[in-house]
């Protein structure tokens, strides 16, 4: 198979940032890369190249995005493992976390991850939604009726804000149903 140049730039692009070379990966005194994060859950990184662990972090994520698309949550999960490495108190990584357990249909350990999600950052709009996905798989209507209804409120032109809508109409048919 032939691989074009920018798709070689791309891989050692990727593997630089991932860490696969330790002058970019490493700051210039040698500690790896550390994160604190924000109210706003943006990464503020404490080290002189923080620019290239944030960008780490993005890329770790969507390359575990990618991967799940692919069907290789496990090779997912290992990146946002990897990602939490740099940024442990990031919900949106936590949640991310959560997302791809769901995927392997390990339920109450994505719910624990969109918990920790949500404890890190109450106001992180897309965990609400998310563990309002799994509360209603799991059956738990009332649950998934507040989380979609939080969504909403901290979210109003939010990416799922129309998805989130149709479930809140369907849990509040389906609880009408149950309860005559």
């Known amino acids: 198979m032939k691989i074009s140049n920018g798709l070689r730039f791309l891989t050692l692009f990727s593997a630089c940032l991932l860490g696969f070379f330790p002058t970019y990966a490493q700051s210039t005194s040698g500690a790896a ?10 990464i503020q990184i ?29 090779g997912g999960l290992m990146l946002v493992d990897a990602a939490l490495e740099i940024a442990p108190d990031s919900a949106m990584l936590h949640t991310l976390h959560g997302e791809l357990t769901l995927l392997l249909y390990e339920w109450n350990n994505a719910l624990a991850d969109f918990d920790h999600a949500l404890t890190l950052d109450p106001h992180y709009a897309p965990a609400y939604f998310e563990r309002g ?7 738990e209507r009332e649950a998934a009726l507040e989380d979609f209804t939080t969504y909403l409120e901290l979210a109003p032109n939010g990416a799922r804000t129309k998805l989130a809508t149709q479930y809140i109409i369907q849990i509040e048919i389906e609880i009408d ?4």
């Open 177 to 180: 149903t149950l309860n005559p």
């Open 46 to 74: 404490t080290e002189p190249n923080a620019l290239l662990c944030q960008a780490r972090v993005q890329l770790m994520m969507a390359s575990a995005r990618y991967l799940a698309t692919m069907f290789d949550y496990d």
């Open 133 to 139: 996905v799994l509360l209603y798989t799991m059956a």
């Open 33 to 42: 890369c550390t994160a604190m994060i924000l109210e706003t859950n943006a």
